[in-house]
């Protein structure tokens, strides 16, 4: 099953729209993401959402919010906690995977393979088909 993930900018009001597709879409949803990283020792997160695919189609989206809203474990930030809720209210749990900076990529289709890659090996993707 071929993966994509469709960039919605930085997290700043593309938060929202995030919360929207997942309320929206809540009979598609698979599985919400907290991407955390760092880079020049600031922690950043980047919020995704995997949705199950259309009908017979084939193609897995995964709206992700990237690298916009600062990281604090104790202190989480009000986008975050959002996020957090509406997922919740799926009676679903976001999953919290530490990952590369995606400026060490020369390329963002680089970093989103490389995102796939991890998230199909912790099995929260499924294989490739």
Same mark, same amino acid.
């Given at each position: ?40 020792? *600031?922690? +950043? ?10 009908? /017979? #189609? &084939?193609?897995?989206?995964? @709206? ?28 679903? *749990?976001? +999953? ?10 020369? /390329? #963002? &289709?680089?970093?989103?393979? @490389? ?15």
């Amino acid at each position: 099953m071929p993966q994509q993930f469709i960039e919605l900018g930085e997290g700043y009001g593309d938060v929202y729209e995030l919360l929207e597709i997942i309320k929206t879409n809540h009979e598609r949803f698979h599985q919400a993401f907290i991407l955390t990283s760092t880079k020049e020792d *600031k922690k +950043v997160t980047s919020l995704a959402v995997a949705l199950k695919p259309v009908g /017979e #189609s &084939k193609f897995m989206p995964i @709206y992700i919010c990237r690298e916009g809203i600062p990281y604090d474990e104790e202190q989480p930030t009000k986008r975050q906690n959002m996020f957090e809720a509406q997922v919740e209210q799926l009676n679903r *749990k976001a +999953v919290v995977v530490e990952i590369k900076h995606s400026s060490i990529f020369s /390329e #963002s &289709k680089l970093f989103y393979q @490389y995102l796939i890659g991890i998230l199909r090996l912790n099995n929260y993707l499924p294989a490739l088909t």
